[in-house]
């Protein structure tokens, strides 16, 4: 079924001279008021880390294209694009975006507009030169917080029916994250979309390997083989 989509997909004209592409990908972070300098900054690096992982090139690799399309934007009250849409082929290029996530000062600031950054994400990837096999936002925070802009439900709703799917990485840094069951409400309100699953992320190295996995299932285009539950009781368990 995937090779009858695929070969559906080449035969429809390009527009102009559009790339062509395995995916793109949204990686949609937080940098609201609950994430400070250096958590934002050990956010970058995380994802610096993993994009340059030899197992997700590999997975990139692998892919039907041999590449993927990739922007990391922050969100907080406003959103700011931190790298723009790179095309990522191998370690090389994936370091290039590595590289150029380091650098740039923080420009998210404020509260929480998680609709308004949703929608954002769903803008980036319908106005870029970019013609991707699939769609994904990849959206991470600490919160459901909501203070400005569009109301999460509406802002999913639209990102969904704009053939883009939702993932999720709930930021599990400390006790409040799991009291306020935030991988549920993750689950329920904000993923969305074919193959959209929830992976949540604890601290330090933690987050780092769960950016990773993430990455790795949706360069291929799958999902976890247990749920956020199972994922987080596993954390909990052993201390790996």
Do not use: H
Not at 145 to 160: L, S
Not at 165 to 189: C, E, F, K, V, W
């Amino acid at each position: 079924m995937r090779s009858l989509i695929l070969a559906l997909f080449l035969a429809t004209p390009a527009l102009g001279q559009q790339i062509e592409t395995d995916l793109e990908l949204v990686l949609l972070a937080d940098a609201s008021g609950s994430i400070d300098q250096d958590e934002l900054l050990f956010q970058r690096q995380s994802y610096a880390t993993a994009i340059t992982d030899p197992a997700v090139v590999a997975a990139i690799q692998n892919t039907l294209y041999g590449s993927i399309a990739v922007t990391y934007v922050e969100w907080a009250t406003n959103q700011a694009v931190v790298v723009d849409w790179t095309v990522i082929t191998d370690m090389e290029s994936a370091t290039r975006f590595a590289d150029a996530l380091i650098g740039p000062p923080r420009q998210a600031f404020g509260s929480n507009a998680i609709g308004a950054a949703l929608l954002f994400g769903m803008e980036s990837i319908e106005s870029n030169d970019i013609r991707g096999f699939r769609r994904v936002i990849d959206f991470s925070g600490d919160t459901m917080a909501n203070t400005f802009g569009p109301p999460i439900a509406q802002a999913r709703d639209t990102v969904i029916a704009n053939n883009i799917t939702i993932n999720a990485l709930p930021i599990m840094r400390d006790g409040r994250a799991s009291a306020m069951g935030l991988p549920q409400l993750y689950q329920d309100n904000i993923i969305g979309g074919p193959m959209a699953f929830v992976m949540p992320a604890g601290e330090g190295s933690e987050f780092t390997d769960a950016v990773r996995r993430k990455l790795i299932l949706e360069i291929a285009g799958t999902v976890p083989q247990s749920d956020y539950a199972s994922l987080l009781l596993e954390r909990l368990q052993i201390g790996e």
